[in-house]
C-alpha cells in the first residue's frame, strides 16, 4: 500500500542559516540566505578533504597526581586540567541492527528536502551518502545494511569496507561509479556534490531523496525516522529511535558521574584541520560539536565566544577561547602533522590546550555521525576526555 507523508518540514528543511548546512554544500537555496551560501562555500573547501599524512611522535598522555580510574564518581578520578599529554578516543564498534533481514513495506512516496516527491518502490540496492556517515549507520541500523551497494569516504563501518568506493578527491561523488552499482533508491543529502550528479541519477530514473543536513544529538531520532519512512521500515525506525534514546539517556547519566561539577568544567574547542595550509577552522554553534562537546560535561568555547558556524582558527580566534582541550578528527590530526605539527600553527602553542598538548582525536567518520551510535561516540570521548588511560 502506497503511503504519501513528508519527511516533516521540522526535520528536513534547509532553514536556519548557514551553521544548519554543517560541513556540505548548498545548492537550490532562497535569496534571503546569501549568508548562508558563503558560509557554505567556505565548508565545501573545509571538506574537500586531502591525504593523510603519519602524525608527528607524541608522548603518552600523562596526569600530573592520581592515575585515571577506569570506573567510579568524578571524585576518583583527577582534575582532568591537569592531564597533560594527547589521547585518542576509542573507535567504536559497529551499529548493532534493530532485526535481521526485514521486508520493507513499498511503495512509499516521500516529499524530501528540496521539496521533490519522490516515490520508493525498490530498496533491494541502496546508496547511503552523506558527509557523516549517518545515513548509512541507519540503514544498518534498520537492518539492511546488506542492501548497501557502495559506500563514501566517510562511512567508517567495517561492514562496509569491502564495498566499491563512489566519492573521489575526498568527498565528492562520482557518477559513472554509482551508476555502475545499479542502485534502485539513493539516500543522500547536500553536503555532498556535486549537485550535478545528484540530478543526473534522478534523470536516469534513479530515485533520489534528499535529507536534512543538519546533525545534532536533537535530530537523532528524526532522522532515524525519516530514513525509516523512506525504505518502508516504519515501526522499526520508532523501535531504533527507542533503543537509542534509551542509550542516550544511559550514556549521559554514567559521563555525568565522571564529569566534574559546571564550575571545573573543561573547556574544549573543535578543530577542523586538513593539512599544512589555510584549512583550519573552529567549529561553533551548529556545526554539531557544540552539541557534542556539551553532552560530554564540557563548554564549547566557540560557542561560548558567540562564534557560530566555522571560523577561521587565527591565533587571535584561538587566545581568545584559550581552551583546556582541543578536540579534533583523527586522519585530520595526521594530516597536519599529528600534535607536533598542530603545535606550529600560529597561536596553538600558547593557549593552555597547546601549552599541556591536550588534543583529542577521534575517528573522521564517527565524532560527527550523530546516528544511532552516537551513545558509543560520547561514552568513547568521555573516557578520553576524564580517564585516558581507559580510552585505549
Given amino acids: 500500500m502506497s503511503s504519501t507523508a513528508p519527511l516533516s518540514t521540522a526535520h528536513l528543511s534547509t532553514e536556519g542559516g548557514a551553521a544548519r548546512a554543517a560541513l556540505g554544500r548548498a545548492r537550490g537555496v532562497r535569496p534571503r540566505r ?3 551560501l558563503a558560509a557554505l562555500a567556505t565548508a565545501t573547501v573545509l571538506l574537500a578533504g586531502c591525504a593523510a599524512s603519519a602524525p608527528a611522535a607524541s608522548p603518552t598522555t600523562t596526569v600530573t597526581g592520581t592515575p585515571p580510574a577506569t570506573s567510579g564518581p568524578s571524585d576518583a ?17 559497529d551499529i548493532e541492527p534493530i532485526a535481521r533481514s ?5 511503495p512509499v512516496t516521500v516529499t524530501d528536502a528540496t521539496g521533490t516527491r519522490v516515490t520508493v518502490t525498490d530498496a533491494s540496492r541502496i546508496l547511503a551518502l552523506d558527509i557523516y556517515g549517518t545515513l548509512a549507520e541507519t540503514v544498518v541500523g534498520l537492518g539492511l545494511g546488506d542492501r548497501l551497494v557502495g559506500r563514501g569516504s566517510s562511512n567508517a563501518l567495517g561492514s562496509m569496507a569491502a564495498l566499491p568506493l563512489v566519492t573521489r578527491n575526498g568527498h565528492e561523488l562520482n557518477g559513472e561509479a554509482i551508476l555502475a552499482l545499479r542502485p534502485t533508491l539513493v539516500l543522500t543529502d547536500t553536503t555532498l556534490g556535486p549537485r550535478e550528479v545528484q540530478d543526473q541519477l534522478r534523470v536516469s530514473g ?3 531523496v534528499f535529507f536534512d543536513p543538519k546533525r545534532s544529538i536533537d535530530t ?9 519512512h523512506t525504505v518502508g521500515l516504519d515501526a522499526l525506525g520508532r523501535r531504533l529511535v527507542e533503543r537509542t534514546d534509551a542509550e542516550l ?9 565522571i564529569a566534574p561539577a559546571a564550575d571545573r568544567a573543561l573547556r574544549v574547542a573543535f578543530l577542523y584541520v586538513r593539512g599544512r595550509a589555510g584549512v583550519f577552522f573552529l567549529f ?15 563548554v564549547d568555547v566557540a560557542t561560548a565566544a558567540g562564534i557560530t558556524g566555522a571560523r577561521p582558527a587565527s591565533s587571535e580566534a584561538l587566545l581568545a577561547t584559550n581552551p583546556d582541550v582541543f578536540l579534533t578528527m583523527t586522519d585530520g590530526l595526521a594530516s597536519t602533522g599529528g600534535v607536533d605539527g598542530l603545535l606550529e600553527r600560529p597561536g596553538v ?10 588534543v583529542v582525536d577521534m575517528a573522521d567518520g564517527q565524532v560527527l555521525s550523530f546516528g544511532p551510535s552516537t551513545p558509543a561516540v560520547l561514552r568513547s570521548l568521555a573516557d578520553a576526555l576524564y580517564r585516558p588511560g581507559a580510552a585505549g
Fill in 34 to 36: 546569501a549568508v548562508a
Fill in 349 to 358: 602553542a600558547d593557549t593552555l590546550a597547546g601549552q599541556h598538548r591536550r
Fill in 284 to 298: 561553533g554553534k551548529g556545526y554539531g560539536a557544540d552539541a557534542l562537546i556539551s553532552a560530554v560535561g564540557a
Fill in 249 to 257: 539517556a544511559s550514556a549521559k547519566a554514567d559521563i555525568a558521574a
Fill in 220 to 228: 537523532i531520532g528524526a532522522q532515524i525516522e525519516t530514513v525509516a
Fill in 206 to 208: 534513479v530515485p533520489v
Fill in 102 to 106: 526485514p521486508k520493507p513495506s513499498l
Fill in 77 to 93: 578520578l583527577p582534575d582532568p586540567r591537569a592531564i597533560t599529554g594527547p589521547s585518542t578516543a576509542t573507535s567504536i564498534p
